[in-house]
């Protein structure tokens, strides 16, 4: 019999591609969605709608992190093996101006599943999408398991919160309980408002003549980009250990935004310096200048390393949107 797994955040980025790595492995897949008067699915339609799997292994149920009663149901309903908790308010610079509903869903949303684990009795693995950001101004660098939290954000702080909560009740109920301490990591499939994707989107659109101008805030901070796809197998590899444990999942690299815009400007031969504007909106109230991650936990533990480099991930993005313009990359591409 195949295993049941529940992911919430199932139409993001890391959601839709975890889904397809546990399709591919022969899982049952649920997933969390919440109701809107427009479709929100577009990651995912490519495996809902696949006429090939129309064997009823993709499930969506509507709900909310902010309601516990009706997670409490569908964990007594669907009786997952294991919870992927992925939903949450994942936006650093939303987060200075959303603090209270970003407690409330990324940080309590944590403890509502949790305490659904615990009333409902069901049997289960659980994964909590913990985040390089709960390390903030670094106390320690490269970051890992052992080095102290200092967030800078409303969704640093919250996801603080939700890493100690589901140690927590590792501890006090014998939970199997993990937290992936997962760095940036990117793909075609980000958000538009996320950084790196609003770089190759605004290129594919400046050489569609759809834009002019790029506005960008820091160029300099510096970060651990990683691929989304290399990310979710980490996910999966914790929750198939004997022991529940706490991970950094990184590359171990740093990389500043000046060098993301060098690097996918250059593949398609223009100077972003002719197309980037800085805006003091898009800079942070407290900002975080630096996150490298050491992941040799990762790898000795879980076998896991990561397969898509910094310069690979960025050409990938940038062709993706190429296309998503109609554009040729190998039309477009100078390298």
Same mark, same amino acid.
């Given at each position: 019999? =195949?295993?049941?797994?529940?992911?919430?955040?199932?139409?993001?980025?890391?959601?839709? /591609?975890?889904?397809?790595?546990?399709?591919?492995?022969?899982?049952?897949?649920?997933?969390?969605?919440?109701?809107? #008067? =427009?479709?929100? $699915?577009?990651?995912?339609?490519?495996?809902?709608?696949?006429?090939?799997?129309?064997?009823?292994?993709?499930?969506?149920? /509507?709900?909310?992190?902010?309601?516990?009663?009706?997670?409490?149901?569908?964990?007594?309903?669907?009786?997952?093996?294991?919870? %992927?908790?992925?939903?949450?308010?994942?936006?650093?610079?939303?987060? &200075?101006?959303?603090?209270?509903?970003?407690?409330?869903?990324?940080? $309590?949303?944590?403890?509502?599943?949790?305490?659904?684990?615990?009333?409902?009795?069901?049997?289960?693995?659980? %994964?909590?999408?913990?985040?390089?950001?709960? /390390?903030?101004?670094?106390?320690?660098?490269?970051?890992?398991?052992?080095?102290?939290?200092?967030?800078?954000?409303?969704?640093?702080?919250?996801?603080? *919160?939700?890493?100690?909560?589901?140690?927590?009740? +590792?501890?006090?109920?014998?939970?199997?309980?993990?937290?992936?301490?997962?760095?940036?990591? @990117? #793909?075609?499939?980000?958000? @538009?408002?996320?950084?790196?994707?609003?770089?190759? +989107? #605004?290129?594919?659109?400046?050489?569609?003549?759809?834009?002019?101008?790029?506005?960008?805030?820091?160029?300099?901070?510096?970060?651990?980009?990683? &691929?989304?796809?290399? *990310?979710?197998?980490?996910?999966?590899?914790?929750?198939?250990?004997?022991?529940?444990?706490? *991970?950094?999942?990184?590359?171990?690299?740093?990389?500043?935004?000046?060098?993301?815009? @060098?690097?996918? &400007?250059?593949?398609?031969?223009?100077?972003?310096?002719?197309?980037?504007?800085?805006?003091?909106?898009? *800079?942070?109230?407290?900002?975080?200048?630096?996150?490298?991650?050491?992941?040799?936990?990762?790898?000795?533990?879980?076998?896991?390393?990561?397969?898509?480099?910094?310069?690979?991930?960025?050409?990938?993005?940038?062709? #993706?949107?190429?296309?998503?313009?109609?554009?040729?990359?190998?039309?477009?591409?100078?390298?």
């Amino acid at each position: 019999m =195949s295993k049941k797994a529940f992911i919430t955040g199932i139409t993001g980025q890391d959601g839709s /591609y975890l889904t397809e790595l546990l399709l591919e492995k022969g899982y049952q897949v649920h997933g969390l969605i919440r109701r809107s #008067s =427009s479709f929100n $699915t577009d990651r995912i339609d490519h495996i809902y709608r696949d006429p090939h799997n129309q064997d009823a292994r993709l499930f969506l149920h /509507y709900g909310d992190l902010s309601d516990a009663t009706n997670l409490n149901r569908l964990l007594r309903t669907i009786q997952p093996d294991e919870i %992927y908790h992925l939903g949450a308010q994942s936006h650093v610079r939303v987060s &200075f101006d959303m603090p209270e509903y970003t407690a409330d869903v990324t940080g $309590t949303g944590t403890i509502r599943i949790l305490d659904a684990i615990l009333d409902s009795g069901v049997k289960t693995k659980f %994964y909590q999408a913990s985040s390089s950001e709960m /390390y903030g101004k670094v106390l320690e660098v490269p970051q890992k398991e052992t080095t102290p939290f200092y967030p800078r954000s409303p969704y640093g702080c919250a996801k603080v *919160y939700s890493y100690w909560i589901t140690v927590n009740y +590792r501890e006090a109920y014998n939970m199997f309980a993990c937290n992936g301490i997962l760095f940036n990591h @990117e #793909s075609p499939r980000r958000g @538009e408002t996320f950084v790196t994707r609003k770089i190759t +989107r #605004s290129l594919a659109r400046i050489l569609n003549g759809k834009q002019k101008d790029l506005f960008l805030g820091n160029l300099d901070a510096k970060r651990d980009w990683g &691929f989304a796809k290399d *990310y979710v197998e980490a996910m999966w590899l914790m929750l198939q250990q004997d022991k529940a444990d706490d *991970y950094v999942v990184a590359t171990g690299e740093t990389h500043t935004v000046r060098e993301f815009l @060098e690097l996918a &400007f250059g593949y398609v031969g223009l100077n972003y310096n002719d197309y980037v504007k800085i805006d003091p909106k898009y *800079y942070r109230p407290t900002e975080v200048d630096l996150l490298i991650g050491d992941s040799t936990k990762a790898k000795e533990k879980l076998g896991w390393k990561p397969s898509v480099t910094f310069k690979e991930l960025v050409r990938l993005m940038v062709e #993706s949107d190429l296309r998503a313009e109609g554009l040729d990359p190998l039309k477009v591409c100078k390298t």
